[in-house]
């Protein structure tokens, strides 16, 4: 890793709750709710009403279609620090420490969820999303640049709007069960019309997962989501 960035981190004992406040923190104060009728305020499953219940920020979306096993949903554009791991606790390492206040501001961030990652590319990357106002809660704000990292393995970028297809699972995030959720929803997404974009756009394309728990959340309490960039149909734009 560049300038010893992983190695400053692996010097220092991490407890395990402090490893999880530097993942999520203590409770902020919850975003602000709206009239509106997408799937923004009020998060389904263990670990997003999890999350929300921490006061974490979580990103906005619509949804644009749903079926028995699957979402297709519209996210907002956001702001967002990311590195390359190998091994999933390098990642989290370097993102905490990150959101914790390693930056040339110096100042801790309020926390966010989910942590999104792509297993599958080369090499593999995972980032989180910085919250308001990097990614602002009214979309119609103009964003404000997040502080620069201190080392250079981090690094930060904008994430256009997204379109995913989504395929909920819970448990341990092991690859066979990664890849088996991977592919159900390709099949869904298949026989509902949509096309998986695959390595096009400036958008992440891929399989992406996106986790919503502590690290060290009991199996059954763990909300997990496999992501498929897709192209919507016409009518539903």
């Known amino acids: 890793w560049p300038d010893g960035a992983l190695l400053a981190h692996r010097d220092r004992t991490v407890a395990p709750q402090m490893f999880f406040e530097s993942l999520f923190g203590g409770a902020t104060p919850k975003q602000p709710t709206s009239s509106s009728s997408s799937a923004r305020e009020e998060p389904q499953g ?84 910085l919250p308001n106002p990097h990614t602002p809660l009214d979309p119609a704000d103009a964003p404000v640049p997040p502080p620069a990292p201190l080392y250079s393995a981090l690094t930060l970028r904008d994430v256009p709007s997204l379109v995913v297809g989504v395929g909920r699972f819970s448990g341990y995030a092991v690859p066979d069960v990664v890849l088996g959720r991977a592919a159900q929803l390709r099949a869904s997404l298949s026989a509902g019309g949509y096309a998986v974009v695959d390595g096009e756009g400036g958008a992440p394309s891929g399989l992406m997962l996106a986790q919503y728990n502590e690290l060290f959340a009991l199996p059954w309490k763990r909300d997990n989501e496999v992501w498929l960039r897709v192209e919507p149909p016409e009518s539903t734009e």
């Open 46 to 129: 263990d670990g997003r009403a999890q999350a929300a219940a921490l006061g974490l920020q979580l990103p906005l979306y619509d949804v644009l279609a749903s079926g028995d096993d699957f979402e297709v949903r519209r996210y907002q554009r956001l702001a967002v620090v990311e590195c390359e791991y190998e091994k999933r606790p390098e990642g989290y390492e370097l993102l905490g420490g990150y959101c914790a206040g390693e930056t040339a501001a110096g100042l801790p961030m309020p926390k966010t969820a989910p942590c999104v990652m792509r297993p599958t590319a080369s090499p593999k990357t995972m980032w989180y999303i």
